[in-house]
């Protein structure tokens, strides 16, 4: 993966997997710690203790067409390469969680890439479902949070879908324009 | 600086796309509109699916042409990724392997627009017996 918003794009996809219907993705950068936190959280199928403890394996997936499962464990070394630290929870039948830590100015700390379109083509190819995502930066004197929420964006639409084209490239410009990251 | 945008724009968008959204229904079924598909599990993100899919809504908006663009899983063609699966209305689907911007472009004007066949076609190996025969031999 070039940068972490395809690691999120992708961790995503087990979580429309899961049949969740809303999933929260957050990156949140912490200067003070010198850390760059991404979050994902789902309300999807989750996982047994069994598969749980299996998921960082490369050698588990669930899928039938190939017998690899990089994913997660893509993730997590790019963490751990990074200065940093991953965790996953899940309860089946609630959903699940990761936390995934990266060292910010690590020199391997891969660029966060283009979270705008990531989160809006997300939101484009799933209307049926919601994203919320959640944006702390570092930008000087600024401590607010910017949250993008596929629930309001679809209230304003009313009868248009998400997956209009024109629409995912307007939500694409309104997350950079809200997001600008320091990094 | 970037202006500053909020959800009030989209208020402002909304009437624009209720236009296009009823001319197209008068138009065509949705059934009856071209199908892009982007395989976009690990491997397809690791090999540049994202580009290529968002070149794909950019440019078919841009051109156009009406198409649904969705996103798959992998086909176990994670050797060929970046894959696309194209289905023109009535046809059956045809899945090109290491599909790049350059190559999608290809697949817009030449496929999608003048239903020729462009190389990088990935043949069709394995039908289910259901699938051959549910039609009548």
């Known amino acids: ?183 | 600086m970037k202006k500053v945008k909020s959800l009030d724009d989209l208020k402002r968008m909304k009437e624009g796309l209720q236009a296009n959204i009823a001319l197209r229904e008068k138009s065509e079924h949705p059934e009856a509109m071209t199908q892009i598909k982007v395989a976009m599990a690990t491997c397809g993100i690791a090999s540049g699916a994202k580009e290529v899919m968002d070149f794909f809504i950019t440019n078919l908006a841009k051109r156009n042409i009406d198409a649904i663009v969705t996103q798959t899983g992998c086909m176990g063609y994670c050797y060929a990724e970046p894959t696309v699966e194209v289905r023109l209305p009535g046809q059956d689907p045809v899945v090109y392997g290491d599909v790049d911007v350059k190559k999608a472009d290809e697949i817009i004007e030449k496929h999608i627009k003048e239903g020729e066949l462009v190389d990088g076609i990935i043949p069709v190996n394995y039908e289910t017996i259901d699938k051959k025969y549910s039609g009548g031999i």
């Open chain 1, 1 to 183: 993966m070039k940068d972490i918003s395809l690691h999120i794009l992708d961790v995503a996809q087990n979580s429309i997997a899961a049949g969740a219907t809303r999933v929260e993705i957050s990156v949140r950068e912490k200067p003070w710690l010198d850390e760059l936190e991404i979050a994902i959280e789902d309300n999807g199928n989750g996982m047994t203790d069994e598969a749980l403890s299996r998921v960082e394996d490369p050698f588990y997936t669930t899928r039938t067409t190939r017998k690899v499962g990089l994913g997660i464990p893509l993730l997590k070394h790019s963490a751990e390469q990074a200065g940093g630290s991953f965790a996953i929870r899940s309860v089946p039948g609630k959903g699940t969680s990761l936390v995934a830590v990266f060292g910010r100015s690590h020199i391997d700390r891969p660029p966060v890439g283009d979270i705008a379109g990531v989160i809006s083509s997300l939101a484009g190819m799933n209307p049926g479902m919601d994203f919320i995502y959640r944006h702390a930066a570092a930008a000087q004197g600024s401590t607010g949070e910017y949250v993008f929420d596929t629930r309001e964006v679809k209230a304003v639409l009313g009868d248009i879908p998400l997956s209009e084209p024109a629409v995912i490239l307007y939500l694409k410009e309104l997350i950079e324009a809200n997001t600008e990251c320091a990094e």
